[in-house]
């Protein structure tokens, strides 16, 4: 069977024959395979992209692994990583250093941000980590902030509502996480079909207009409401505590986490320290979590909280809410 292959795939070829770095052959391959034609003739094809892709990541790993320090690299740490991304001056150090008290450097210049700096944001009973990134710009992004954006949980847009050319702005921001396939619009999603590469994943983000003081920025976010209706759109401003705390709630809902506590046999729970779950996880993911072998040893589990009677005895593929306690008897 013929392979029929479109110019889309032709062009992305091109760029994988041209791309020098790991990472632009492998940005490459993934649009090679996203817009090849589905069928029996290109399934050889199909698999020797995905071998390819897989191989070009193992050696990027290595590099990594033996290129010594990467200021580009964020470790992850706290219940989940959110990474920041906007234009020049749209407020993202103003924002980390607001949620985390981190000590960010701030300024009213362009590029003050040169490499990624972290802090951590205080929700509740847990801490998530906040990321502070060089800003973006119409001719790109800087080299190696790719894998930055890539690696968070949650990415937070942010667009200076007070500027003329905010839309624009915004646009340009989306175009290019959309051509990077970073992330995915509800658009672009109905548009698209379902990608065939099972590493692919596509970030969940908010957009957040900022310094919506101005006296220009209602109009232009009634702009961006109109023209962008199906963007996750929130106002934030790091001078009112209820618009932070607002935020810090969605960042935890949208992160799709649930904390839960555990308690011993004929013990009071532990409340201070919470396991970090993700929404959907179950009895078994909370025994994982604590001991690798907790699993296999595992007899019965009660749980109180979401149970529909307290201390009610549950399956081990019982699915935990937030706030659950859990005891696990072995």
């Known amino acids: 069977m013929p392979a029929n292959l479109t110019p889309q795939y032709h062009a992305a070829e091109e760029a994988y024959r041209r791309a020098v770095t790991v990472e632009d052959k492998i940005e490459a391959l993934q649009e090679m395979l996203a817009v090849i034609p589905k069928h029996k003739g290109t399934e050889r094809l199909q698999g020797d992209i995905k071998r390819r892709i897989s191989k070009l990541r193992e050696e990027g790993q290595r590099k990594s692994r033996s290129g010594g320090f ?3 690299h964020v470790e992850k740490q706290g ?8 234009y020049p001056n749209t407020g993202k150090s103003s924002l980390v250093a607001a949620l985390t008290r981190a000590k960010v450097k701030i300024a009213d210049y362009p590029f003050t941000t040169a490499v990624p700096a972290a802090g951590m944001m205080p929700y509740e009973d847990i801490f998530i980590q906040m990321v502070d990134t060089p800003p973006l710009t119409p001719e790109g992004m800087p080299s190696g902030l790719l894998n930055t954006l890539r690696g968070g949980d949650l990415l937070l847009l942010l667009v200076d509502t007070g500027t003329p050319d905010c839309l624009e702005q915004l646009e340009g921001m989306i175009s290019l996480l959309l051509e990077k396939r970073v992330l995915q619009t509800q ?3 109905a548009e698209t079909e379902q990608e065939d590469d099972p590493n692919r994943k596509y970030l969940p983000y908010l957009v957040l207009a900022t310094k919506t003081d101005h006296p220009d920025s209602a109009e232009n976010l009634q702009i961006v409401r109109e023209l962008m209706p199906y963007l996750p759109l929130r106002t934030v401003s790091t001078k009112a505590e209820e618009s932070l705390h607002l935020l810090k709630e969605e960042i935890f809902n949208t992160l799709q986490i649930i904390r839960i506590y555990t308690k011993a046999p004929g013990k009071p729970p532990d409340m201070e320290t919470p396991f ?9 993911d909370l025994a994982f979590n604590i001991h690798r ?6 007899k019965n589990a009660r749980v109180w909280g979401s149970s529909r009677f307290e201390g009610q005895t549950v399956a081990r593929d019982y699915i935990l809410a937030d706030k659950d306690v859990v005891e696990l008897n072995v």
């Open 70 to 72: 990467n200021p580009f």
């Open 79 to 86: 219940a989940g990583q959110v990474v920041l991304a906007g």
């Open 187 to 189: 658009t672009t999603a």
């Open 276 to 284: 970090v779950l993700k929404k959907g996880d179950t009895i078994l």
């Open 293 to 298: 072998d907790f699993p296999n040893r595992l």
